[in-house]
């Protein structure tokens, strides 16, 4: 039986050597997963930093699409609605508050003139379309966040905004008769107005803070349980 022992003794070294072997190669293969995981996390945030740059970028472009391609329309479309004595943008505006009401992306209340829209807007060709669709093609990158839309809230929002308000009585009437909607200048219109307004409040907001605050301070009764 000396060939069964020698055998025996021999697949017990193999059987041995076959656990060091396999923990070798189960260290060296948890060190590639690690490095493969450490390398995908580097990879991610290579990724992430170049899609900021160019969100950055994009945003830059954009605002200065906005101060040279915009605006020499805007000053085209002015100068046409100026000579042909138009008065379709003009609205009562109440102090302090917006000439119309947004509720889910629609204007659902008013106080545009819808004879003179329904008069004049016909007449204005295309300077009117050309400035609302470069003022669109300038908020879709922003309202998709496609653009970074901090750069462009701070270098354009004001802006943007008075200039959707003041021609809000067209873009309605070309919802109304399904000539165009305008659905990212009206989503960038919320979002930045209701952000100016915000800051704009917040400084009484906080007096009125400090003002309800002051109001609820009392004296405490003396104690008179000496």
């Given at each position: 039986?000396g060939w069964f022992a020698t055998t025996r003794a021999l697949?017990?070294?193999?059987?041995?050597?076959?656990?060091?072997?396999?923990?070798?190669?189960?260290?060296?293969?948890?060190?590639?997963?690690?490095?493969?995981?450490?390398?995908?996390?580097?990879?991610?945030?290579?990724?992430?930093?170049?899609?900021?740059?160019?969100?950055?970028?994009?945003?830059?472009?954009?605002?200065?699409?906005?101060?040279?391609?915009?605006?020499?329309?805007?000053?085209?479309?002015?100068?046409?609605?100026?000579?042909?004595?138009?008065?379709?943008?003009?609205?009562?505006?109440?102090?302090?508050?917006?000439?119309?009401?947004?509720?889910?992306?629609?204007?659902?209340?008013?106080?545009?003139?819808?004879?003179?829209?329904?008069?004049?807007?016909?007449?204005?060709?295309?300077?009117?379309?050309?400035?609302?669709?470069?003022?669109?093609?300038?908020?879709?990158?922003?309202?998709?966040?496609?653009?970074?839309?901090?750069?462009?809230?701070?270098?354009?929002?004001?802006?943007?905004?008075?200039?959707?308000?003041?021609?809000?009585?067209?873009?309605?009437?070309?919802?109304?008769?399904?000539?165009?909607?305008?659905?990212?200048?009206?989503?960038?219109?919320?979002?930045?107005?209701?952000?100016?307004?915000?800051?704009?409040?917040?400084?009484?907001m906080k007096a009125m803070g400090e003002l309800s605050k002051?109001?609820?301070?009392?004296?405490?009764?003396?104690?008179?349980?000496?």
């Amino acid at each position: 039986m000396g060939w069964f022992a020698t055998t025996r003794a021999l697949l017990e070294l193999l059987y041995f050597a076959s656990g060091i072997a396999i923990a070798i190669f189960a260290f060296f293969g948890l060190r590639q997963i690690t490095l493969g995981l450490d390398q995908l996390k580097i990879t991610k945030e290579i990724a992430k930093t170049n899609a900021k740059r160019e969100s950055v970028k994009f945003a830059a472009d954009q605002c200065r699409y906005f101060a040279e391609t915009a605006m020499p329309l805007r000053a085209k479309m002015v100068e046409e609605y100026n000579r042909a004595g138009w008065t379709f943008l003009r609205v009562a505006t109440p102090l302090g508050q917006l000439p119309f009401t947004i509720q889910n992306g629609e204007v659902t209340s008013h106080n545009f003139d819808l004879k003179a829209l329904d008069d004049q807007y016909p007449k204005t060709g295309e300077t009117l379309v050309s400035y609302l669709n470069a003022l669109e093609s300038f908020a879709i990158p922003f309202a998709y966040g496609v653009a970074d839309e901090e750069i462009g809230y701070k270098e354009t929002a004001r802006a943007f905004c008075h200039e959707i308000q003041t021609h809000m009585p067209a873009i309605f009437h070309m919802r109304k008769v399904n000539i165009a909607r305008y659905e990212s200048s009206m989503k960038l219109f919320v979002l930045w107005n209701n952000r100016l307004v915000a800051e704009a409040t917040a400084p009484v907001m906080k007096a009125m803070g400090e003002l309800s605050k002051a109001a609820e301070e009392r004296i405490k009764p003396l104690d008179h349980n000496f």
